[in-house]
């Protein structure tokens, strides 16, 4: 079995910083690319940035220059650093990976979901 698990949501200021971590376990081989998504509410999850195997990074326009992905490969962890947080912005933040995993019927491959970590931005 594969999970990941995300920390590091909660509270902060408009203008503030907050970092999101995003741990993978289990029977896993290897990890090609990692992304975070975000739902805001009566939205759509939507893409936020993806980093892929060989650390390319990309973004949604609207979060260029203010987020960072990162990925730490001895940890199978993702992380996304947020600065300059805008209200709008509050958001159930889910992370993504796409894994190669050993199972008793041999490997998969597939795309596995954490469960979500809120973030509120607010004064």
């Known amino acids: 079995q594969v999970q990941l698990v995300e920390s590091g949501g909660g509270l902060v200021q408009p203008g503030g910083s907050l970092r999101l971590s995003c741990v993978a376990s289990?029977?896993?081989?290897?990890?090609?690319?990692m992304s975070w998504y975000r739902q805001r509410i009566g939205n759509q999850r939507e893409l936020v940035a993806t980093i892929t195997g060989s650390d390319t990074t990309t973004y949604a326009d609207s979060v260029k220059g203010r987020f960072t992905i990162s990925r730490d490969n001895a940890k199978n962890t993702v992380y996304l650093q947020r600065n300059s947080l805008k209200s709008e912005e509050t958001a159930v933040y889910y992370c993504?990976?796409?894994?190669?995993?050993?199972?008793?019927?041999?490997?998969?491959?597939?795309?596995?979901w954490g469960q979500g970590t809120q973030v509120t931005v607010s004064s």
């Open positions: 993504n990976a796409d894994i190669l995993s050993a199972h008793q019927m041999g490997l998969r491959r597939g795309a596995y």
């Open positions: 289990g029977t896993i081989i290897s990890i090609n690319s």
